[in-house]
């Protein structure tokens, strides 16, 4: 990788590790349809929408078990700190912790697909190409949005650029082999027309 590169690829994770704390929500579905639902899963109370209401179940809840993972390390460390001596076991983990826990990793599973996009962009086409894709998405607004979201959205743009990725590695991998694969059948051709010739070549020697 390259110094530009390596700049650009730390400028892409302060961008995004900057929006995770200083991005707002700019969508009320956002807010009542994942944050609180995910908030009950984690500390056990939020409001819940007519969506994910027993009755109707329109949403699934697969998106936020995922994410609700982050509460296991977090009560670790709430029953670590209750056996502290008395001044210190009176602290606990802020609720906000949660929140901006699941948006730092939002930021991270993004920065790294885009940064996969751009390793693959790198090898299947230029270096060139990568270094404009990485100041692309370090200037694009919607990207920042969309990389701290806990949408579905976000999950398929995040897996879209991993397949793109694929795509590209695989694309370029049967480029590579078809064209290694033609040298191949030109050198075999070669060395039997060479064979054949010097087949050709012996009788008259001979005689």
């Not at 650009?8 to 009320?28: E, K, M, N, P, Q």
């Not at 270096?127 to 990207?143: A, R, T, Y």
């Not at 398929?156 to 793109?164: A, H, P, R």
Request: hydrophobic content about 45%; overall charge positive.
């Amino acid at each position: 990788m390259s110094k530009n590169n390596k700049f650009l690829v730390a400028t892409l994770l302060a961008v995004r590790l900057s929006y995770a704390f200083f991005g707002i929500i700019a969508d009320c579905d956002e807010v009542y349809n994942y944050w609180e639902p995910l908030n009950f899963l984690i500390r056990n109370f939020g409001k819940q929408t007519w969506e994910y209401a027993p009755e109707y179940g329109l949403r699934s809840w697969c998106l936020l078990l995922i994410f609700s993972i982050v509460k296991y390390p977090f009560e670790f460390i709430n029953r670590y700190i209750a056996f502290l001596p008395s001044p210190l076991s009176q602290f606990s983990i802020h609720p906000k912790v949660y929140f901006y826990t699941v948006r730092i990793l939002l930021a991270l599973f993004t920065s790294f697909s885009e940064l996969k996009l751009s390793n693959s962009l790198r090898f299947a086409i230029a270096d060139e190409v990568s270094s404009v894709f990485l100041i692309l998405q370090i200037f694009n607004p919607g990207m920042s949005h969309a990389s701290i979201s806990l949408l579905p959205s976000s999950l398929c743009l995040i897996l879209g650029m991993l397949s793109t990725s694929s795509i590209a590695r695989f694309m370029r991998h049967n480029h590579l082999y078809k064209i290694a694969s033609k040298k191949l059948k030109t050198v075999e051709i070669e060395e039997k027309d060479t064979k054949d010739k010097s087949k050709t070549l012996l009788p008259q020697l001979r005689y």
